[in-house]
Nanobody, 115 residues
Framework: QVQLVESGGGLVQAGGSLRLSCAASGSIFSSRAMHWYRQAPGKQREWVAVVTSGGSTNYAASVKGRFTISRDNAKNTMYLQMNSLKPEDTAVYYC?????????WGQGTQVTVSS
C-alpha cells in the first residue's frame, strides 16, 4: 500500500519562499515518477511539476523558473522549493504517484500567499 504525506505549507507574503515535502511509504518510491499538483478554491486540480525516477524534471509554464522539484530516494521524500511566490499560487498542494494505473494522493498541504 502506498501512502503519501505532504508537509511544509503555510502563510507567506508575496515574493517569499516555501519548501514542501512529500514523504512516501512503500518500496515503490525510487522507481516511479512523482508529481506535484495544486487546487485553488473554486478551480480544478492542476498539474505543477514532475520528477522522474532518474531525476529529470518538468514544470507547468505558470511555475517554471520559480519552483524546483527534487527527490531524495534514500529518504523516500520528494520536495518542491517555491520561490518568488505570488497570490495566484495560493492552493492546496498534493503529491501524486501512479502505480500500475492507480493514482495515489496525499492529504494535501495548504499554501497561502498574501499580497
Amino acid at each position: 500500500q502506498v501512502q503519501l504525506v505532504e508537509s511544509g505549507g503555510g502563510l507567506v507574503q508575496a515574493g517569499g519562499s516555501l519548501r514542501l515535502s512529500c514523504a512516501a511509504s512503500g518500496s515503490i518510491f525510487s522507481s516511479r515518477a512523482m508529481h506535484w499538483y495544486r487546487q485553488a478554491p473554486g478551480k480544478q486540480r492542476e498539474w505543477v511539476a514532475v520528477v522522474t525516477s532518474g531525476g529529470s524534471t518538468n514544470y507547468a509554464a505558470s511555475v517554471k523558473g520559480r519552483f524546483t522539484i527534487s527527490r531524495d530516494n534514500a529518504k523516500n521524500t520528494m520536495y518542491l522549493q517555491m520561490n518568488s511566490l505570488k497570490p495566484e499560487d495560493t492552493a492546496v498542494y498534493y503529491c501524486n504517484v501512479n502505480v500500475l494505473g492507480w493514482d495515489y494522493w496525499g492529504q494535501g498541504t495548504q499554501v497561502t500567499v498574501s499580497s
